[in-house]
Every structure is written in structure tokens, then in C-alpha cells.
Nanobody, 117 residues
Framework: EVQLVESGGGLVQPGGSLRLSCAAS????????VSWVRQAPGKGLEWVSD????????SYADSVKGRFTISRDNAKNTLYLQMNSLKPEDTAVYYC??????????WGQGTQVTVSS
């Protein structure tokens, strides 16, 4: 059973930082590209960042580039998203997602990030 369990969300003030984690199980984590996506209130799903299976290649949406850092620890089957200089527009439910040949095939339950003063 494939499982992706996000954690680390919460309420932070603008300019603050937060680190999200995604614990993966039920598949060979080190063999798959994974990503973070988010959904803001009343908005559609937005791709945030992805990382290849080895962790050697990363990419970011323009809206978060320079502020967010994606990483993974394959030995721990865990994906991370370090979020710095948070803005109110970063408020969203954040999901981790697994890629297969045909695209995203699994995603987690999400963790809420709220950036507000």
C-alpha cells in the first residue's frame, strides 16, 4: 500500500520559516521522482517543486524559487520542503506526490500551511 504522509504545517507569520516532511512507504522511495504541490483556498492545484529519485536534480515554481528548498533522505524514505521568507500567498494545503512514467500516481493527505500576521 502506497502511503505519503505529510507533516510540519502550521501557522506562521510573514517572513517566517517552516519545514514540511513527507514520510513515504509502500514503494521503493529511492526509485521515484517526487514533488510538492499546493492548493490555496479557492484556487486550483499548483505545482511547487520536484526532485529526482537520487536528489541530484531539483526544480521550483517561479513563485517560490529562492525561498523554498526541496530535499530528500532516501535512507529514511522522507521528502522535505524547507520554506523560508514565507508570504501570505503561500497559504495553502501542501501535498507530496509520487511520479511514475505516466505522471503523478499518488499523493498524500496534505498539511495546512497558514501564513498570517
Amino acid at each position: 500500500e502506497v502511503q505519503l504522509v505529510e507533516s510540519g504545517g502550521g501557522l506562521v507569520q510573514p517572513g517566517g520559516s517552516l519545514r514540511l516532511s513527507c514520510a513515504a512507504s509502500g514503494f521503493t522511495f529511492s526509485s521515484y521522482d517526487v514533488s510538492w504541490v499546493r492548493q490555496a483556498p479557492g484556487k486550483g492545484l499548483e505545482w511547487v517543486s520536484d526532485i529526482n529519485s537520487s536528489g541530484g536534480s531539483t526544480s521550483y515554481a517561479d513563485s517560490v524559487k529562492g525561498r523554498f528548498t526541496i530535499s530528500r533522505d532516501n535512507a529514511k524514505n522522507t521528502l522535505y520542503l524547507q520554506m523560508n521568507s514565507l508570504k501570505p500567498e503561500d497559504t495553502a494545503v501542501y501535498y507530496c506526490a509520487k511520479y511514475d512514467v505516466g505522471g503523478i500516481d499518488y499523493w498524500g493527505q496534505g498539511t495546512q500551511v497558514t501564513v498570517s500576521s
